[in-house]
């Protein structure tokens, strides 16, 4: 992986309206990170660029996916909410919808899980991508179910996603093993 740090000194050109675009949402976030003037670090992770920059908090960071200098995808992590493991919460992942299906989810939340060593998941969930995503991420690593409000930080292993709508527990994966 290569990292290479600059400013984008102007906003990009589009040959259409991004307004009008079926990823409006990404692209609009991309825009409004380079007219805050956001330091932008590149990454390459196999077949994607990767536009990492500080996000709306001192803790937060957005990262903008691109194949073949498209912008394909959009996701958000935050640190500091979980106190003990130190795991960034995702909370945002937003795929172009022409580009959904092609693994592009998967593969960034594997690059953020072998980034920070784990993820932890939101709290709500989108019912199309977002629980198979996680449903897959349980079953190929260690998984846990942990509730943040919990004082005693308590998590339980997991070996398939929770059936249950409970709002306020969430999931984690990591790398290395939490409980011994």
Known sequence: MRFKEFYLKEMPQYTDSY???SNYTIHGRYNKAIQDKKKFKELI????KILR???YTKNSFEWFVFIDDVLVANFSSELGLDKVYKFPQITLALVSPEYRNKKIASDIYEY???YYGGVISSKHLSKDGGKLLWKSLVSKNNAYEYFPDNKENKITRIKEMPNKSD???RIIISKKELIK
């Not at 992770?45 to 994607?48: G, I």
């Open 112 to 114: 953020l899980l072998d």
């Open 167 to 169: 709002s306020e527990s």
């Open 19 to 21: 307004t009008n675009a």
């Open 53 to 55: 920059t500080t996000g």
């Open 45 to 48: 992770y196999d077949k994607y």
